[in-house]
């Protein structure tokens, strides 16, 4: 490890980690089917053949390696990759033997509390309107050997877990969670970097290089996925980042950076964990409510929903960009006029973009597929085509349940739900 890494240690971990990662997902492939880790398609999948899912190994082993070199030989370096490896094992036993729940947010935790004991914590940050907030100065509980854990710790262990099952929420497509953290990380990277967080960059340099490594084979159609021992693993990298990289820092504007750069994958976590808490279904249980699914239901190949959330993540990530960058205010609050627009232009395209993809692309290209769907049939049966108002009123429910309407064939009617769960 380099005692004080700069910003060229950024690039080099980049592509070394990206290299190795590259290198070594065929071993993890043969692992996989010898250990029988093999996600066999169902109702949910997007896949139609049985795909090995260790991927993720081959990430750790890029992140360990690049990481060993260029982050600095000090105490919260070393907690973070051992808590990496932790992380892994209980992804490798939760794709070998299926864990339930409980476990799994156990293994979450355990994780994370090894870079949280040594100081990978969010201490105090600044929030509008309210000034400095101070939550390490919380005492919680005072440990038997003298220690002590406090709020910040606890807050930090909740969020870095959160993080983890965002991003493992967000793998449902070939590509999808390696490809969100590519963008995600690398502009985290620059922001770390600016902020002269420089290990915090290195870490999330070497985190998008491998990421983009296993995409060679994680993207459509893939021989791999990263299972829960890869997206696990790139959730905990994710937000020890975060952590390390805006949050420690006392700008007002690092608070939102995280969630602006993550926005795509917690946005998608946010949408189905409401609508199963709506309909009173376990927050833990599959279902077919995630961006990416919506976007099978209308006809898109995974290619071109990849497309569609990537460029979504790329816009957030601009808009990040530009708010660390874009002299729009100066150290007193005041406001360049010129440099306002900019940022308001910013604003309102990543608004826009999300807009469209929300709701313009899920509700009415879904109304178009069904009215399409519903009057191919009728003319097969020779009955009138149908009235606007029983496709809106078939689409609505299809979007408030995640189940829809099948079409009865003889009579090119609604009837009966399909469930999608």
Aim: overall charge negative.
């Amino acid at each position: 490890m380099t005692q004080v890494p700069d910003p060229w240690d950024a690039l080099y971990a980049f592509l070394v980690a990206g290299a190795l990662t590259l290198a070594l997902v065929p071993l993890t492939i043969r692992l996989a089917r010898w250990l029988g880790a093999i996600d066999f398609p169902n109702e949910r999948s997007l896949h139609a053949v049985p795909t090995p899912k260790l991927g993720g190994l081959a990430i750790l082993v890029g992140v360990l390696v690049a990481g060993l070199i260029w982050l600095p030989d000090d105490t919260e370096s070393h907690a973070i990759l051992i808590g990496a490896v932790f992380v892994v094992l209980f992804g490798v036993l939760d794709d070998v033997f299926e864990l339930g729940p409980v476990p799994k947010l156990i293994g979450q935790a355990v994780s994370v509390v090894i870079p949280v004991s040594v100081g990978v914590t969010v201490d105090d940050f600044t929030f509008p309107f309210f000034g400095r907030v101070e939550p390490g100065s919380v005492e919680l509980l005072t440990l038997p050997g003298g220690g002590v854990v406090d709020l910040g710790q606890v807050l930090t262990v909740l969020g870095i877990v959160a993080v983890i099952n965002v991003i493992n929420l967000l793998d449902g497509v070939d590509g999808l969670a390696a490809g969100v953290c590519v963008i995600s990380a690398l502009t985290l990277s620059v922001i770390a970097l600016s902020l002269d967080r420089t290990a915090a960059g290195v870490l999330a340099a070497l985190v998008a290089g491998s990421s983009l490594g296993f995409l060679r084979y994680g993207f459509p159609p893939a021989s791999t996925f990263l299972g829960d021992t890869g997206s696990n693993l790139l959730g905990y990298l994710m937000g020890v980042i975060a952590v390390q990289g805006a949050l420690k820092t006392n700008a007002v504007v690092a608070l939102f950076l995280p969630l602006i750069v993550l926005a795509v994958p917690i946005l998608d976590t946010g949408f189905v964990v409401a609508k199963r808490l709506k309909y009173r279904r376990p927050i833990y249980r599959a279902d077919r409510w995630h961006f990416h699914h919506r976007m099978a239901d209308i006809g898109f190949s995974q290619r071109r929903t990849l497309v569609y959330l990537y460029g979504w993540t790329f816009v957030m990530a601009l808009l990040a960009l530009a708010l660390r960058f874009v002299p729009y205010s100066d150290d007193h609050g005041e406001f360049n006029t010129g440099w306002t627009i900019v940022m308001v232009v910013c604003g309102l395209l990543a608004i826009g973009a999300s807009f469209y993809l929300v709701t313009v692309l899920e509700i009415f290209k879904l109304r178009q597929v069904r009215l399409r769907q519903l009057i191919d049939v009728r003319r097969q049966v020779g009955a009138p085509e149908p009235e606007p108002q029983e496709v809106n009123a078939a689409v609505e429910a299809e979007l408030e349940t995640g189940s829809f309407p099948t079409i009865d064939p003889e009579t090119g009617e609604f009837g009966a739900i399909d469930s999608r769960d």
